[in-house]
T-cell receptor
Framework: AQSVAQPEDQVNVAEGNPLTVKCTYSVSGNPYLFWYVQYPNRGLQFLLKYITGDNLVKGSYGFEAEFNKSQTSFHLKKPSALVSDSALYFCAVRDDSGYSTLTFGKGTMLLVSP | KAGVTQTPRYLIKTRGQQVTLSCSPISGHRSVSWYQQTPGQGLQFLFEYFSETQRNKGNFPGRFSGRQFSNSRSEMNVSTLELGDSALYLC??????????FGPGTRLLVL
């Protein structure tokens, strides 16, 4: 069975500072990894994904994520946080079976203070 | 392209009733998946449909069912509603590439 852990319920960062939201995963076979963001009363918005290739993945709105196979981690990063980045962030994994089933972490609330 | 659309956006029902939620995928997407989001359990997979066939099902009781039509639109139905069914129900679609794109969700409140 596949699983995702987001160890921090909340991350606080000041605007302009770098941010990191942590994610570790467990899956059989090759992992397909995703980050989504959710704003209040909205659906999930796709940020970026890792399927294969470079371990550093660049996505929307200046976000990037680093895939580390040995540590089974896929941490989300941004060099300079904005107040508008404040939202709920979800890491998700699926296996390479071809099915769409995503397993999500519990989510991490990111709060960026002015 | 228009995104994934879900109707209705909000719904209030009472225990014992049934409800049907609708999802229209992005044009050309043939795979539709449904997820339930609650504060306690987080995001949980309900089922996936592809070309009108259920490909995969999550660990939910038989009261939860779904179907997909020839135009890829999907519906999910919950019968005999319970208070615990109150949740945000999210639909996602994808084409052959890996990314699932989510709709805005239907927020269901069971009283």
């Amino acid at each position: 069975a596949q699983s995702v852990a987001q160890p921090e319920d909340q991350v606080n960062v000041a605007e302009g500072n770098p941010l990191t939201v942590k994610c570790t995963y467990s899956v059989s076979g090759n992992p397909y990894l995703f980050w989504y963001v959710q704003y209040p009363n909205r659906g999930l918005q796709f940020l970026l994904k890792y399927i294969t290739g470079d371990n550093l993945v660049k996505g929307s709105y200046g976000f990037e994520a680093e895939f580390n196979k040995s540590q089974t981690s896929f941490h989300l990063k941004k060099p300079s946080a904005l107040v508008s980045d404040s939202a709920l962030y979800f890491c998700a994994v699926r296996d390479d079976s071809g099915y769409s089933t995503l397993t999500f972490g519990k989510g991490t609330m990111l709060l960026v203070s002015p | 392209k228009a995104g994934v659309t879900q109707t209705p956006r909000y719904l209030i029902k009472t225990r014992g009733q049934q409800v049907t939620l609708s999802c229209s995928p992005i044009s050309g997407h043939r795979s539709v998946s449904w997820y339930q989001q609650t504060p306690g359990q987080g995001l949980q997979f309900l089922f996936e449909y592809f070309s009108e066939t259920q490909r995969n099902k999550g660990n939910f009781p038989g009261r939860f069912s779904g179907r997909q039509f020839s135009n890829s639109r999907s519906e999910m139905n919950v019968s005999t509603l319970e208070l615990g069914d109150s949740a945000l129900y999210l639909c996602a679609s994808r084409w052959t590439e890996e990314t699932q794109y989510f709709g805005p969700g239907t927020r269901l409140l069971v009283l």
